[in-house]
């Protein structure tokens, strides 16, 4: 991820929490696939820009980088879930392809 400025006034599409983090969370209503996403990495307020690539609906994840399947999501610095199917940067993360270990 290169480091971006945004531009005056504009907000973030995207939140991360940490450097490490694999996937970052959609913070408004109607992100559209081709979206070019201001992503701010909170821990530092460090921010870059990822393209969506679905239409993914606000509180969802995307993915930051290429994840294959039985990799880990990474979300607060934490284990958060199996990812199950390939997923490519800049997707829809969710049920779909992304599980729980817990069961």
């Not at 913070?27 to 460090?46: F, Y």
Request: charged share 25%.
């Amino acid at each position: 991820m290169t480091e971006t400025k945004p531009i005056p006034n504009e907000i973030p599409h995207l939140l991360v929490h940490e450097q490490a983090d694999n996937v970052g969370v959609v913070v408004v209503e109607g992100l559209t696939a081709g979206t070019e996403m201001l992503c701010c990495i909170t821990h530092d307020n460090s921010t870059f820009r990822l393209t969506a690539k679905h239409d993914v609906p606000i509180g969802h994840k995307i993915a930051l980088a290429d994840l294959k399947a039985g990799d880990t999501a990474t979300k607060y610095g934490e284990d958060i879930g199996k990812i199950i199917a390939d997923i490519g940067q800049g997707e829809h993360v969710h049920t779909h392809n992304c599980k729980t270990k817990r069961w």
